[in-house]
């Protein structure tokens, strides 16, 4: 296991469009949470150093200072250790325990820099928010920081995310996640702003074309989907996933994909401060590994190395879309084109078999 997840529910408020398990008015459950994860931990894991950790939420920030930094203390070696931030949580004083408790990567919930649209996707920061928490870790001497953008807000023109692109590189950031907006059915933010996302789901293709334009004319690597980096800093945990490599999760609803299966914890809190972490279980067999390793070998920049993976394509689908220019095959390789980029799920769809 080279990969480690751990999973930090507690939030200040659930925004709309969030579908992350989360928990929200239960500040005094943040030590005994944190006791139950570390039990998990011990568990699963040896203690022996990793590649790997990635502190996801929630918030985990938002986590009571001394249980963060206990947690922290805590976990195995890892050449990169990311936790995730939302700006408003960011202090002088967090940075620097960050810094010292061997953070060496911090992933930045800046979302968009208008207000308007901040407020849209009910998020607590300002624009100032993330422009004074971007200050402080760069002050406690971080120099990986990675952000990340939403893109495709309700209401959101052109102009906008070329404000948002240009701020961000502003910045100066090491590594930019730009994702485009995903709400679930049947949320009220899908409720509330449906309309809406309706009528903008025809820009969307040309706002991603947009994003990878500004940013890679910045001097950015599309080295994946939604990701950008320079300075060869990309997103090793994550890269971890794209590469098919098990990993560990543990916390609430956390996933694991380990020896042949995946596993999810239980999502339900009460139920997992007492131990009872109920995971279901999904047996990966050899089809469900492959097409998986297409899948997402595919979304990367790099050419994908097939020996071994032919069984997961499709000849007469390839054969399409090569005869479209959006995808090469070059016998031992695989990689789509740029414009196959731009259509991605759509043109690995038609390749996977």
């Given at each position: 296991?080279?990969?480690?997840?751990?999973?930090?529910?507690?939030?200040?408020?659930?925004?709309?469009?969030?579908?992350?398990?989360?928990?929200?008015g239960?500040?005094?459950?943040h030590?005994?949470?944190?006791?139950?994860?570390?039990?998990?931990l011990?568990e699963?894991?040896?203690?022996?150093?990793?590649?790997?950790?990635?502190?996801?939420?929630?918030?985990?920030?938002y986590?009571?200072?001394?249980?963060?930094?206990r947690l922290?203390?805590a976990?195995?070696?890892?050449?990169e250790?990311?936790v995730e931030?939302?700006?408003?949580t960011?202090?002088?004083?967090?940075?620097?325990?960050?810094?010292?408790?061997?953070?060496?990567?911090?992933?930045?919930?800046?979302?968009?820099f208008?207000?308007?649209?901040l407020?849209?996707?009910?998020?607590?920061?300002t624009p100032a928010?993330?422009?004074?928490?971007?200050?402080?870790?760069?002050?406690?001497?971080?120099?990986?920081l990675?952000?990340?953008l939403?893109?495709?807000?309700?209401?959101q023109?052109p102009?906008?995310l070329a404000?948002?692109?240009?701020h961000?590189?502003?910045?100066?950031?090491?590594?930019i996640?730009a994702y485009e907006?995903?709400?679930?059915?049947?949320?009220?933010?899908?409720?509330?702003h449906?309309a809406?996302?309706?009528?903008?789901?025809?820009?969307?293709?040309?706002?991603?074309?947009?994003v990878?334009?500004?940013?890679?004319?910045?001097?950015?690597?599309?080295?994946?989907?939604a990701?950008?980096?320079?300075?060869?800093k990309?997103?090793?945990?994550?890269?971890?996933?794209?590469l098919?490599?098990?990993y560990?999760?543990?916390?609430?609803g956390?996933?694991?994909t380990l020896g042949?299966e995946?596993?999810?914890?239980t999502?339900?809190?009460a139920?997992?401060?007492?131990?009872?972490?109920?995971r279901?279980i999904?047996?990966?067999?050899?089809?469900?590994?492959?097409?998986?390793?297409?899948?997402?070998?595919?979304?990367?920049?790099?050419p994908?190395q097939?020996?071994?993976?032919?069984?997961?394509?499709?000849?007469?689908?390839?054969a399409?879309?090569?005869?479209?220019?959006?995808?090469?095959?070059?016998?031992?390789?695989?990689?789509?084109t740029?414009?196959?980029?731009?259509l991605?799920?759509?043109v690995?769809?038609?390749?996977?078999?």
């Amino acid at each position: 296991m080279r990969h480690l997840y751990v999973h930090l529910p507690f939030c200040a408020h659930r925004c709309g469009y969030c579908d992350f398990v989360t928990a929200t008015g239960r500040d005094h459950l943040h030590a005994a949470y944190v006791d139950t994860l570390l039990r998990e931990l011990a568990e699963e894991h040896d203690g022996s150093a990793v590649e790997t950790i990635f502190l996801g939420g929630g918030t985990p920030t938002y986590t009571a200072l001394p249980e963060l930094l206990r947690l922290l203390g805590a976990l195995p070696l890892a050449g990169e250790l990311t936790v995730e931030a939302n700006p408003e949580t960011v202090t002088p004083k967090l940075a620097r325990e960050l810094r010292n408790a061997r953070v060496n990567r911090v992933s930045l919930g800046a979302q968009t820099f208008q207000p308007e649209l901040l407020s849209v996707l009910e998020r607590r920061a300002t624009p100032a928010d993330v422009e004074r928490a971007f200050a402080y870790l760069r002050d406690a001497g971080f120099d990986n920081l990675s952000l990340d953008l939403i893109y495709g807000i309700p209401g959101q023109t052109p102009q906008q995310l070329a404000a948002d692109l240009a701020h961000a590189v502003a910045l100066g950031p090491e590594h930019i996640s730009a994702y485009e907006l995903e709400a679930k059915p049947g949320t009220r933010f899908t409720v509330t702003h449906g309309a809406e996302l309706e009528r903008q789901a025809e820009q969307m293709e040309d706002y991603f074309e947009r994003v990878v334009a500004t940013l890679t004319g910045a001097g950015y690597r599309w080295y994946e989907t939604a990701n950008f980096c320079r300075n060869g800093k990309r997103a090793e945990h994550n890269l971890g996933y794209w590469l098919g490599r098990d990993y560990l999760g543990v916390g609430l609803g956390a996933v694991s994909t380990l020896g042949g299966e995946r596993r999810r914890n239980t999502p339900k809190l009460a139920r997992y401060l007492q131990g009872h972490f109920d995971r279901e279980i999904e047996l990966l067999d050899d089809q469900t590994r492959t097409r998986e390793l297409v899948m997402l070998g595919l979304r990367l920049d790099e050419p994908l190395q097939v020996a071994g993976l032919r069984s997961a394509i499709d000849p007469a689908g390839l054969a399409r879309v090569e005869q479209f220019g959006l995808a090469v095959d070059r016998g031992e390789t695989l990689a789509l084109t740029r414009r196959g980029r731009f259509l991605g799920g759509a043109v690995t769809a038609e390749i996977v078999a």
